[in-house]
């Protein structure tokens, strides 16, 4: 899927990132000239959410366009911004990314269909996995399907789960990180590694699908949906 960014600062931000892992097939997936959006991915947090989405959307194949955003709210409160989109581009679908960070999974479910409720937002669940969910939804005379991922992994060890639990992950496959455990977080292990090294896991998931499929494997199939 191509992507078009529906800010101009969030492109910039995203050509700005893309650039340093030197590849043009990224930067030929994302364009600035609008055509007709029918689904939006939400980047419920920032960086490198923003990056790995773009990846997700590389390998997922297709010529369809969609919007992709990070509005100014965080995580769960990026999902307000919804109605925003429904009025303004008419999508019928929505991918919405955010980090579980110290959440009880069951619990961060319930903040996403509470927020939804309050929005006034009528739902119908359709897939329920762990990190992964997709609903019917209904605003008004509006009907459209959102699908909600949610960035970590269970066997990586840590209080604050996030999109670096994956990165780790291939870190550790293609011997980037020796010992995850003497970090407090994988977002401080991620941290500690030099761009270089950065570089070099971002380009191992660009190159290799099935890497990307093994290590994101709830980005890939709620991207997958979104695409369906």
Known sequence: MIVYPL?????????NKLRKIKDERLRRHVVFTKSD???VVIIGNG???NVIA???CYHVNGDITVGMSKPSALRIGAICSLKTYLEKLKPNKFAVILDQEVDDLNDLHTKVEKNLRSLHINTKLEVNEDRLRAFRCKLGCRSFELIVIINGLDDVKTDQHSIEDHLIKVGLELGSIEDRSK??????AWESLDKDSQIKIFR???NNK???R???????IGLELLKA
Do not use: A, V
């Open 7 to 15: 800010e101009q600062k969030f492109g910039t931000e995203l050509i």
């Open 37 to 39: 959006i029918d689904r």
């Open 47 to 49: 960086y490198p959410d």
């Open 54 to 56: 773009t990846i997700g």
């Open 183 to 188: 970090y407090r977080s994988s977002k401080d």
């Open 204 to 206: 191992e998931i660009l």
């Open 210 to 212: 099935k890497l990307f």
């Open 214 to 220: 093994k290590y994101f494997y709830q980005q890939y």
